[in-house]
């Protein structure tokens, strides 16, 4: 099994030791600032009513997005990030 696995596998175990569902989650993403990266990640999430905010690293090469989002299980949580790795040059928090 890829660590990747064994990453959501312990996720997934955490949030369900942890986590009373339907909750509220905190995503927290850096993504290049060049480029659609920022608009990609909001597409991952355009069918749910989030918050979302951005912030331009110092440099101005990043840019660090968190998105909160009412979600129900720890399935659902795992399916966004499996959707964001995705995004070329993405790093999730």
């Known amino acids: 099994m890829s660590s990747k696995e064994d ?3 312990k996720l997934k175990d955490s949030l369900d030791a942890t986590t009373i569902f339907p909750s509220e989650y905190l995503y ?5 600032s060049k480029g659609n990266h ?3 990640v909001e597409d991952i ?3 749910k009513l989030i918050k979302i905010s951005s912030k331009e690293s110092k440099t101005g090469k990043y840019v660090s997005v968190s998105i909160k989002i009412m ?3 720890s399935d659902e ?3 966004y990030y499996r959707k964001a790795e ?7 928090l």
């Open 86 to 92: 995705k995004i070329e040059g993405i790093i999730s």
């Open 38 to 40: 920022f608009m990609e």
């Open 7 to 9: 990453f959501y596998i």
């Open 71 to 73: 979600l129900s299980s």
């Open 77 to 79: 949580v795992i399916s």
């Open 45 to 47: 999430f355009k069918d």
């Open 28 to 32: 927290k993403f850096i993504v290049p």
